[in-house]
């Protein structure tokens, strides 16, 4: 059994995607993802500069580009994951390998959740505390708001790993009030992600979310803003959706998927377009009606979890929790990855 958890922005890097040029099959859906985009991203990852790199706009697209050429390298070698996940736009990339998402539908609703987050009007920050359970940090967040300058967790990584998000006035008085923290270091974006500052966004990409072509899920997704592994189509929506606004509850997704989760809701028919193939290219004549993927009855623990994409970050806060996670930007991950499943 095998789990697969897909990075975020945090984790752009000028040079990132270098190794998966030298796999064809990984730059070929590289190429893929640089037409379908409005501007080709690798060229940016090759070179930069940081500054242009790391903006919310390039940063989304720049991760998902590289999630999903190293998810070719996975399917070309024969794995298919019985669980998945995605830390922030990362949960894009996982819906895509669970057959939710085409490539063409993923890449599209990255594009368009970059541009409206980057655009949105509120300005802010984030910051992670280290050293604090996450119910000091809620205390602390609720103690540091004010009207108009709300502090909230953002994302809760690990235990002693959590990201508070919200106005920057707020960050700057919980940053004086949290002396009991090991550690307070402020993250490098402009924006206030996964906290009521993100409003601005909502309606347009609820809109997107909506209107989007999916289809029911193949294997069992644990969404952000639930923690809980689910196959329904109309929860992996509305998770999608919240999850601009909501947190991420990254320690609770790392339990569900670790551990032997309750039962997941059946599949659903799809509702992919009509006129057009599971990767988003029309084609003629009639298209047979598609056949529902149930995920029923329990979704077994995985042997094996892999951070799919190029990033360690994932595998340094599984290794907070006690979980041994591969990373597919290891080049010995494939031949471990072997051996693992094959015991």
């Given amino acids: 059994m095998l789990g697969y958890l897909f990075p975020g922005q ?3 890097r000028v040079g990132m995607g ?3 040029h030298r796999s064809p099959v990984a730059r070929r859906r590289l190429d893929q993802v640089d037409a379908l985009l409005a501007r080709p ?5 090759a070179r930069g500069p940081l500054e242009r790199l ?3 706009e390039h940063a989304q697209i720049a991760v998902t580009a590289c999630n999903l050429a190293a998810l070719a390298v996975l399917d070309e070698a024969g794995y298919e994951p019985t669980v998945v996940a995605g830390h922030s736009v990362g949960e894009l990339s996982a819906l895509h390998a669970a057959g939710v998402l085409d490539l063409a539908g993923t890449v599209r609703l990255v594009e368009l959740r970059a541009r409206l987050m980057a655009g949105v ?3 802010g920050g984030m910051l992670a ?3 604090l359970p996450v119910e000091r940090v809620e205390e602390l967040a609720a103690a540091a708001s004010a009207p108009g300058e709300p502090v909230v967790v953002g994302l809760e990584n690990a235990p002693g790993h959590v990201v508070v998000s919200g106005s920057q006035a707020g960050l700057d008085r919980l940053a004086e009030l949290a002396a009991d923290a090991d550690k307070i270091v402020p993250l490098k974006v402009g924006d206030a992600f996964h906290s009521p500052l993100m409003a601005g966004a909502e309606r347009a990409w609820a809109e997107a979310v909506a209107a989007a072509p999916m289809r029911a899920p193949r294997v069992a997704v644990v969404p952000n803003v639930t923690g809980e592994p689910t196959a329904d189509l109309g929860v992996l929506r509305h998770a999608l959706v919240a999850q601009l606004t909501g947190r991420v509850r990254w320690t609770r997704t790392m339990e569900a998927i670790t551990s032997a989760p309750p039962d997941t809701a059946p599949g659903i028919a799809s509702d992919t377009a009509p006129g057009m193939a599971p990767d988003g290219v029309p084609v003629s004549g009639p298209i047979p009606a598609p056949i529902p993927a149930p995920v029923s009855g329990p979704v077994p623990a995985p042997v094996s979890v892999v951070e799919v994409g190029d990033s ?3 595998t340094g806060l599984a290794r907070r929790t006690g979980v041994r996670c591969l ?3 290891d080049p010995a991950t494939l031949r471990r990855l072997a051996k693992a499943v094959a015991a």
């Fill in 18 to 20: 270098a190794w998966l």
């Fill in 54 to 56: 790391v903006a919310t």
């Fill in 327 to 329: 990373s597919m930007a």
């Fill in 129 to 131: 505390v280290m050293g």
């Fill in 41 to 45: 991203i690798s060229p940016l990852c």
């Fill in 10 to 12: 945090g984790t752009v």
């Fill in 121 to 123: 009007a509120a300005r």
């Fill in 312 to 314: 360690k970050v994932l």
